[in-house]
């Protein structure tokens, strides 16, 4: 099964600043999802990127692919103390022979993301 | 979207005890999942549940530790059973409405002591 490794690890800002996280996986997929979690609860989703796409915005967020390098990376823009969170990555690679996706997400290890006021 | 609520929110239990948790979802669903999130670490997808089928469990994973009840469209049950400390995590379920979009409930705190 691919696993997704995330960097960094840890991340600390300032607020008004830009925040990086990457993401990289083994195997190949269908999309990509960014996913932030707040202190332990539940996931919201931030951003679905397709393996045919390169670049996707969505409003301070920006998500980039390279399915050759089997790479993601997020940018948020002009952080703000409220985007403390964890921020996770998540591939979506499994196809039946229809090419249906199941829908069953791989998950990264996560950028917990600190950003002081 | 979809609104997902689970029950209970957290709960602390006594190993070797089973504690069921249900996920509701607003509207009808084919496809939910559920996932363990270990103290510190990310997602593992524990089964797939559809209804009117059998779970489908990922390695690692068996029906006898985490039975999994789907009886209609909009509910379903994970069971943690014979507990152990180290099933202390968050469960949560989650449901896919397209190809590419799933939604997660706010998952349930277990620990065992």
């Known amino acids: 099964s691919q696993q997704g490794e995330e960097d960094p690890q840890a991340l600390s800002i300032q607020e008004g600043e830009n925040a990086t996280m990457n993401c990289s996986y083994k195997?190949?997929?269908?999309?990509l999802q960014w996913y932030r979690q707040n202190s332990g609860r539940g996931l919201v989703h931030l951003i679905l990127?397709?393996?045919?796409?390169r670049e996707k915005h969505s409003g301070r967020l920006r998500v980039t692919l390279d399915t050759s390098k089997k790479s993601s990376s997020l940018l948020i823009t002009a952080s703000r103390a409220a985007d403390t969170a964890s921020y996770f990555c998540?591939?979506?690679?499994?196809?039946?022979?229809?090419?249906?996706?199941?829908?069953?997400?791989?998950f990264g290890q996560g950028t917990i993301l600190t950003v002081h006021p | 979207s979809a609104v997902i609520s689970q029950k209970p929110s957290r709960d602390i239990c006594q190993r070797g005890t089973s504690l069921t948790i249900q996920c509701q979802v607003d509207?009808?669903?084919?496809?939910m999942f559920w996932y363990r999130q270990q103290p510190g670490q990310s997602l593992t997808l524990i089964a797939t549940?559809?209804?009117?089928?059998?779970?489908?469990?990922e390695s690692g994973f068996v029906i006898d530790k985490f039975p999994i009840s789907r009886p209609n469209l909009t509910f379903s049950t994970l069971t943690v059973s014979n507990m152990s400390p180290e099933d202390s995590s968050i469960y949560l379920c989650?449901?896919?409405?397209?190809?590419?979009?799933?939604?997660f409930g706010p998952g349930t705190r277990l620990t065992v002591t």
């Open positions: 509207s009808q669903v084919t496809m």
């Open positions: 998540a591939t979506d690679g499994r196809r039946n022979a229809g090419g249906t996706s199941y829908g069953k997400l791989t």
């Open positions: 195997t190949s997929i269908n999309n």
């Open positions: 990127i397709r393996s045919n796409e």
């Open positions: 989650s449901v896919s409405l397209t190809l590419y979009e799933q939604y």
């Open positions: 549940a559809n209804q009117g089928s059998e779970a489908t469990y």
